[in-house]
DNA sequence: GGTATTTGACCTAA
DNA sequence: TTAGGTCAAATACC
């Protein structure tokens, strides 16, 4: 894989700053970093193992971390937010536009009608709600596939960004309504001189995605082993609507991804996919090796560009990758 | 016809 | 006043 090394220190670098400065915010980047690799190792480590003890064990121990790193987190959202200054650096700026007062849970979609209705009855404007997002809430993280995460999105705003080339787009989760989720995002192209353009096998484009919130609808990858993405080998073969004709078995997993997204019929194959996912797919797919190269290394580096989500469980199905 | 996306307007915090 | 986030009508797509 040619472009092996590159992805590496792309990775590495993302992870690995030259510098630690010794202060909160510092502190809590670290902190959301080391949680974004749990995520990764998780969504790597229990689909390799039995379903047995040791893989309870096993998700007992990263969910562990996962919690500890959570309420690190917390605490140090907390100290900042007591203790924020209007001289902060670039970063902090760029936080704290994102930083919004978010409607507490309960009354979030009567608030947006509210905000809308000049006055009640009485003629009296309505307690003024804060629309601002809470720093605390947000997971930001960089990606060339922004928008294969596992769960269903629905776009709702595009906004272009002063002083940014690339717009902004927003999305809350599917099930907003019926399930109440609150969790939404927002994706943005960077604008990395390099790769401003194209997408190229050394360089792919990459996205800033900002995770709000935690998803709350059981209509994600979390659930149940039905709700697990899981595509047999053998699913896809039968799957006429859903198979690309002359596709490897190396890659059958993601097509079978890209082509569910391409049709809702594909019943037996359980990702969540909106339109773009297909876009997403179609680049790990350009990112994928021949399938005598797959080898655990590379399936690593793969997992290292899938986006940061706290909630999900992926589950691969390791004899569709390596038949 | 139902659902998803686009886009201009509106609202709020800074 | 400005920039960012959201709404909702219009439009596109299947």
Redesign the pocket.
């Known amino acids: 894989m040619k472009n092996s090394s590159n992805k590496r220190s792309l990775v590495a670098d993302q992870y690995h700053p030259l510098s630690v400065c010794c202060d909160h915010r510092a502190a809590l980047r670290e902190i959301t970093m080391g949680q974004s690799l749990v995520t990764q190792l998780r969504a790597i480590v229990l689909p390799a193992l039995q379903s047995d003890e040791r893989c309870d064990l096993a998700a007992q121990m990263l969910e562990g971390i996962l919690d500890c790193s959570r309420k690190a987190i917390s605490e140090l959202q907390l100290q900042l937010s007591s203790s924020a200054s209007p001289h902060d650096d670039d970063d902090h700026v760029d936080d704290?536009?994102?930083?919004?007062?978010?409607i507490s849970s309960s009354d979030d979609?009567d608030d947006?009608?509210c905000?809308?209705k000049a006055a009640d009855d009485n003629g009296n404007k309505p307690l003024?709600?804060?629309?601002?997002?809470r720093f605390g809430d947000s997971v930001s993280l960089e990606t060339p596939v922004p928008h294969y995460d596992g769960h269903q999105w629905?776009?709702?705003?595009?906004?272009h960004?002063?002083n940014a080339k690339h717009p902004?787009?927003?999305y809350?989760c599917?099930y907003r309504q019926e399930e109440k989720c609150k969790a939404?995002k927002?994706v943005q192209q960077r604008e990395d001189l390099h790769n401003a353009n194209s997408y190229n096998g050394d360089h792919p484009i990459m996205y800033t995605v900002v995770y709000y919130g935690q998803h709350t609808c059981c209509k994600g990858p979390v659930a149940s082993a039905d709700d697990h993405v899981v595509v047999e080998a053998s699913q896809v073969s039968t799957e006429s609507h859903c198979q690309s004709p002359g596709s490897s078995s190396s890659s059958s997993y993601l097509q079978a991804a890209a082509h569910a997204g391409d049709s809702s019929q594909c019943s037996n194959i359980s990702v969540n996919c909106?339109?773009?996912v297909v876009e997403d797919c179609n680049k790990l797919l350009d990112m994928l090796p021949a399938a005598d190269e797959l080898t655990t290394d590379v399936l690593f580096e793969m997992a290292a560009y899938a986006p940061l989500d706290l909630d999900i469980n992926w589950e691969i199905d390791t004899n569709a990758l390596w038949i």
């Open positions: 704290k536009r994102r930083v919004r007062k978010i979609d947006h009608h905000s809308r003024r709600q804060h629309k601002r997002r629905r776009k709702y705003g595009q906004k960004i002063n902004r787009s927003y809350r599917t939404t927002t909106s339109s773009s």
